[in-house]
């Protein structure tokens, strides 16, 4: 049992740098391999493989309007493919599960990076093994920066920090947890939660504003999380969401607990000033959604507030208003409707899995450009499912049925590409199906259940003139 809580420092992955820039676009290169990381303080090291042998990957900084080619190499074992989440990517290079890349060999993607700023990441997506691949490392922020953003003076630089929320699970010699050697068809709940790959890492900070970006890699463990302050126990402290999945929200929206589902952004601006010399730390509810609860779940990171501010940048009020988001427009009428539901033991959408074929697994066919509203049922009783859509940003229009009867204040604030249904829940979402047709993937972001084929597709059509 993990019992050093707050004993190490938050690693912050380092910024990946361009193997070669050109006038309007950068080309990086990342070998995915193996690597031997000391988790457990008194055990031995276990085996993980990552992007450039790093957990969680290095971080991509990029600016809007500058082009990227990143050419992943595989050295591992296994194949994989790579889907950068969050980016409207040509079909092509969007990590379809089955263009997958084998051991030796490698494939360069291209990325537009032409959306708006935002929190992306990039992860494996190989069939069948997405959840081994993403669990035993691979995934990593890739964050995206545009001038509208510089100018909402937000905190930067060292004070926007990354935080990669992740739940695992270790043999008792120290060694990964493995799902596909265990069978495991279900969840991976995982007891150990770790911050940029660290469990339950402390981060010293300053008395003043940090803007956090929160990304859920977990294999299935969804989170709600608040702060505390160590002399103020029982109060939950407020903080300013700003930002998710996709970028700005309209305007910070006060809030006191974050639900956080796998694949989800959520960016927050937290003030630390007031608590010199004090703790304050994350926590996490008990008994969230469908999760097995351990010793430690309800605990993530600490931050200990010293004295002395270096820098002010950022740090003043926070802007009324941060950026017009653009609204799918009304649209009154569901156009489709998918059960997300377990039958027979089988995870499945609308009755079909992945594995029912290239055709029958096709389940929709916006035409590009279409406006269509989909409403996502969770039908499998006690379990809970946070559903991304390939290529778009979603508005979620409303949520009913569950716990959480209603579209969260953050939620309505922006736009989104995963929605968490809870249980009992069914949520309606609208989307313009552009820029690109193709052939994309939507699915169920519990890593378990995607490879056990809670995964379906759309073919966006080509509009005929
Ligand atoms: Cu984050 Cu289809 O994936
Ligand atoms: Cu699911």
């Given at each position: 049992?993990?019992?050093?809580?707050?004993?190490?420092?938050?690693?912050?992955?380092?910024?990946?740098?361009?193997?070669?820039?050109?006038?309007?676009?950068?080309?990086?290169?990342?070998d995915i391999?193996?690597?031997?990381?000391?988790?457990?303080?008194?055990?031995?090291?276990?085996?993980?493989?990552?992007?450039?042998?790093?957990?969680?990957?290095?971080?991509?900084?990029?600016?809007?309007?500058?082009?990227?080619?990143?050419?992943f190499v595989n050295h591992a074992?296994r194949a994989n493919?790579?889907?950068?989440?969050?980016?409207?990517?040509?079909?092509?290079?969007?990590?379809?599960?089955?263009?997958?890349t084998e051991p030796g060999q490698y494939k360069?993607?291209?990325?537009?990076?032409?959306?708006?700023?935002?929190?992306?990441?990039?992860?494996?997506?190989?069939?069948?093994?997405?959840?081994?691949?993403?669990?035993?490392?691979?995934?990593?922020?890739?964050?995206?920066?545009?001038?509208?953003?510089?100018?909402?003076?937000?905190?930067?630089?060292?004070?926007?920090?990354?935080?990669?929320?992740?739940?695992?699970?270790?043999?008792?010699?120290?060694?990964?947890?493995?799902?596909?050697?265990?069978?495991?068809?279900?969840?991976?709940?995982?007891?150990?939660?770790?911050?940029?790959?660290?469990?339950?890492?402390?981060?010293?900070?300053?008395?003043?504003?940090?803007?956090?970006?929160?990304?859920?890699?977990?294999?299935?463990?969804?989170?709600?999380?608040?702060?505390?302050?160590?002399?103020?126990?029982?109060?939950?402290?407020?903080?300013?969401?700003?930002?998710?999945?996709?970028?700005?929200?309209?305007?910070?929206?006060?809030?006191?607990?974050?639900?956080?589902?796998?694949?989800?952004?959520?960016?927050?601006?937290?003030?630390?000033?007031?608590?010199?010399?004090?703790?304050?730390?994350?926590?996490?509810?008990?008994?969230?959604?469908?999760?097995?609860?351990?010793?430690?779940?309800?605990?993530?990171?600490?931050?200990?507030?010293?004295?002395?501010?270096?820098?002010?940048?950022?740090?003043?009020?926070?802007?009324?208003?941060?950026?017009?988001?653009?609204?799918?427009?009304?649209?009154?009428?569901?156009?489709?409707?998918?059960?997300?539901?377990?039958?027979?033991?089988?995870?499945?959408?609308?009755?079909?899995?992945?594995?029912?074929?290239?055709?029958?697994?096709?389940?929709?066919?916006?035409?590009?450009?279409?406006?269509?509203?989909?409403?996502?049922?969770?039908?499998?009783?006690?379990?809970?499912?946070?559903?991304?859509?390939?290529?778009?940003?979603?508005?979620?229009?409303?949520?009913?049925?569950?716990?959480?009867?209603?579209?969260?204040?953050?939620?309505?604030?922006?736009?989104?590409?995963?929605?968490?249904?809870?249980?009992?829940?069914?949520?309606?979402?609208?989307?313009?199906?552009?820029?690109?047709?193709?052939?994309?993937?939507?699915?169920?972001?519990?890593?378990?259940?995607?490879?056990?084929?809670?995964?379906?597709?759309?073919?966006?059509?080509?509009?005929?003139?």
């Amino acid at each position: 049992v993990y019992k050093d809580f707050y004993q190490y420092p938050l690693p912050i992955p380092p910024i990946k740098t361009p193997y070669k820039s050109y006038d309007n676009l950068d080309y990086y290169e990342i070998d995915i391999k193996p690597v031997d990381l000391q988790i457990y303080p008194n055990l031995k090291k276990t085996r993980h493989v990552g992007y450039d042998g790093m957990v969680p990957g290095p971080t991509f900084m990029v600016e809007r309007g500058r082009e990227a080619v990143v050419r992943f190499v595989n050295h591992a074992d296994r194949a994989n493919s790579v889907h950068l989440h969050g980016s409207y990517s040509r079909a092509p290079f969007d990590g379809w599960a089955e263009d997958t890349t084998e051991p030796g060999q490698y494939k360069d993607y291209y990325y537009p990076n032409a959306q708006n700023a935002r929190t992306l990441w990039y992860h494996d997506h190989a069939i069948d093994h997405t959840a081994e691949n993403a669990y035993s490392g691979q995934a990593g922020f890739y964050i995206m920066h545009d001038a509208q953003e510089r100018a909402s003076n937000l905190p930067m630089g060292q004070y926007d920090v990354p935080l990669a929320l992740a739940a695992k699970r270790y043999n008792s010699d120290g060694s990964l947890w493995s799902p596909e050697a265990n069978g495991e068809t279900v969840s991976v709940f995982g007891d150990v939660i770790q911050v940029n790959g660290q469990p339950w890492p402390y981060m010293a900070v300053e008395p003043r504003k940090y803007r956090f970006r929160f990304l859920d890699s977990s294999i299935s463990r969804s989170f709600q999380m608040y702060f505390e302050a160590d002399k103020k126990a029982g109060t939950r402290l407020g903080f300013n969401v700003i930002g998710s999945d996709t970028g700005l929200l309209t305007k910070p929206i006060p809030a006191t607990q974050l639900d956080i589902s796998m694949a989800e952004r959520w960016e927050i601006v937290f003030d630390f000033t007031g608590y010199e010399g004090q703790n304050v730390t994350l926590r996490n509810n008990r008994k969230v959604g469908a999760d097995d609860d351990y010793a430690g779940t309800d605990k993530v990171m600490r931050f200990v507030i010293g004295s002395k501010i270096t820098s002010q940048d950022g740090n003043g009020p926070l802007p009324a208003t941060l950026r017009s988001v653009k609204y799918p427009p009304k649209k009154d009428t569901v156009d489709r409707h998918f059960k997300f539901e377990r039958s027979n033991g089988q995870w499945q959408v609308n009755g079909i899995s992945w594995a029912s074929g290239p055709e029958a697994r096709v389940i929709a066919k916006p035409e590009r450009g279409a406006v269509e509203v989909w409403e996502l049922e969770n039908s499998s009783g006690g379990w809970t499912h946070p559903i991304h859509i390939h290529l778009i940003d979603f508005q979620i229009l409303n949520r009913s049925g569950g716990e959480r009867n209603t579209v969260l204040p953050y939620e309505a604030a922006g736009l989104k590409d995963v929605v968490w249904l809870n249980r009992g829940e069914t949520v309606k979402v609208i989307a313009r199906y552009a820029p690109w047709d193709g052939l994309y993937m939507f699915h169920c972001h519990n890593l378990i259940h995607e490879d056990h084929e809670m995964m379906a597709a759309m073919d966006v059509k080509a509009i005929k003139d």
